[in-house]
């Protein structure tokens, strides 16, 4: 047994303890990777009795020239920079006005992680009780108590409305992430660091930019950019909530299945993996450099 730990035997059995999940990692996420590259170089027939045909970068010259492709790619990036913004500064605004003593605090971070913690099929039908045209609590006080619209607005029928409407539920549906990772990190800052600053005679903003960012910055860096890839990889909500919001996750399941294009919805998310790996590099290059 001693060969095992020896200095030269560390890395085959390192290597023998990880095979397994090396195996179990490719199997599920480098294998499906590459076959679907493989198949955003083919003409992919739904029947599987007549074979694929290779049609090299048609797929990617259809997806570059599409103009409903830029349309989607641009209200994507709206979506995400929005609601990474959005979800990010209201979490931070939260997690500080909550890192202090106060009553019911516990139970007030409890009611803060609902929207997080909810089904996500609960809170979107939810909404879309609220806004429903003819029955919804905000077109009641919109036209009958506050009088503030003639008629009941279509929230989810028209695509300015739509996407507002869109990305004010993922900022309230997602800030919780940004709270729980900011208001861990400010609860280990050494309270003494504070007290140093406003004995300097520093005000409220200066000891938030003295003392406090530079402590989450990592964090705030790990928020951001994860929170950029989910958003950007985002379907399910938007597409529960209206049809009328084309971002680049719907746009590749109408190419896929409504359509029926499985080649050009391969090529799509080939393009969605390496714009959204380009923006990572360049946002951690960013931090970095900070």
């Given at each position: 047994?001693?060969?095992?730990?020896?200095?030269?035997?560390?890395?085959?059995?390192?290597?023998?303890?990880?095979?397994?999940?090396l195996?179990?990692?490719?199997?599920?996420?480098?294998?499906p990777m590459?076959?679907?590259i493989?198949i955003?170089?083919l003409?992919?027939?739904?029947?599987?009795?007549?074979?694929a045909?290779?049609?090299?970068?048609?797929?990617?010259?259809?997806?570059?020239t599409?103009?409903?492709?830029?349309?989607?790619?641009?209200t994507?990036?709206?979506?995400?920079?929005?609601?990474?913004?959005?979800?990010?500064?209201?979490?931070?605004g939260?997690?500080?006005?909550?890192?202090?003593?106060?009553?019911l605090?516990?139970t007030?971070r409890?009611?803060?992680?609902?929207?997080y913690?909810?089904?996500?099929?609960?809170?979107?039908?939810?909404?879309?009780?609220?806004?429903n045209?003819?029955?919804?609590?905000?077109?009641?006080l919109?036209?009958?108590?506050?009088?503030?619209?003639?008629?009941?607005?279509?929230?989810?029928?028209?695509?300015?409305?739509?996407?507002?409407?869109?990305?004010?539920?993922?900022?309230w549906?997602?800030f919780?992430?940004?709270?729980?990772?900011?208001?861990?990190?400010?609860?280990?800052?050494?309270?003494?660091?504070?007290?140093?600053?406003?004995?300097?005679?520093?005000n409220?903003?200066?000891?938030?930019k003295?003392?406090?960012?530079?402590a989450?910055?990592?964090?705030?860096?790990?928020?951001?950019?994860?929170?950029?890839?989910?958003?950007f990889?985002?379907?399910?909500?938007?597409?529960?909530?209206?049809?009328k919001?084309?971002?680049?996750g719907v746009?590749?399941?109408?190419?896929?299945?409504?359509?029926?294009?499985?080649?050009?919805?391969?090529?799509?998310?080939?393009?969605?993996?390496?714009?959204?790996?380009?923006?990572?590099?360049l946002?951690r290059?960013?931090?970095?450099?900070?």
């Amino acid at each position: 047994m001693k060969k095992w730990f020896s200095g030269r035997s560390d890395m085959p059995f390192a290597m023998m303890l990880l095979a397994p999940s090396l195996l179990l990692l490719g199997g599920l996420v480098a294998w499906p990777m590459l076959s679907n590259i493989e198949i955003s170089f083919l003409r992919l027939p739904l029947n599987p009795n007549i074979n694929a045909r290779f049609i090299g970068l048609e797929n990617y010259i259809n997806i570059l020239t599409d103009s409903a492709f830029w349309h989607s790619l641009w209200t994507t990036f709206w979506y995400t920079a929005l609601v990474v913004l959005g979800s990010t500064g209201l979490g931070l605004g939260v997690a500080l006005f909550f890192n202090r003593e106060f009553r019911l605090r516990k139970t007030a971070r409890s009611l803060v992680i609902l929207s997080y913690v909810t089904p996500s099929i609960s809170l979107v039908f939810a909404w879309k009780y609220m806004f429903n045209s003819g029955y919804g609590i905000v077109n009641y006080l919109g036209v009958d108590v506050l009088h503030l619209f003639n008629e009941a607005p279509l929230w989810f029928d028209n695509p300015g409305s739509s996407f507002f409407l869109v990305v004010l539920f993922a900022i309230w549906r997602y800030f919780p992430y940004a709270f729980i990772s900011f208001l861990a990190i400010l609860q280990t800052i050494d309270k003494s660091l504070y007290e140093a600053a406003e004995m300097d005679g520093a005000n409220g903003w200066q000891k938030f930019k003295i003392v406090t960012l530079p402590a989450i910055m990592p964090v705030l860096a790990t928020v951001v950019t994860l929170r950029t890839i989910w958003m950007f990889y985002m379907f399910a909500d938007v597409w529960l909530l209206t049809t009328k919001v084309n971002i680049l996750g719907v746009y590749l399941y109408k190419t896929a299945f409504a359509f029926n294009d499985l080649g050009k919805a391969a090529a799509i998310s080939v393009v969605l993996f390496v714009i959204i790996f380009a923006v990572i590099l360049l946002t951690r290059k960013r931090v970095n450099l900070k």
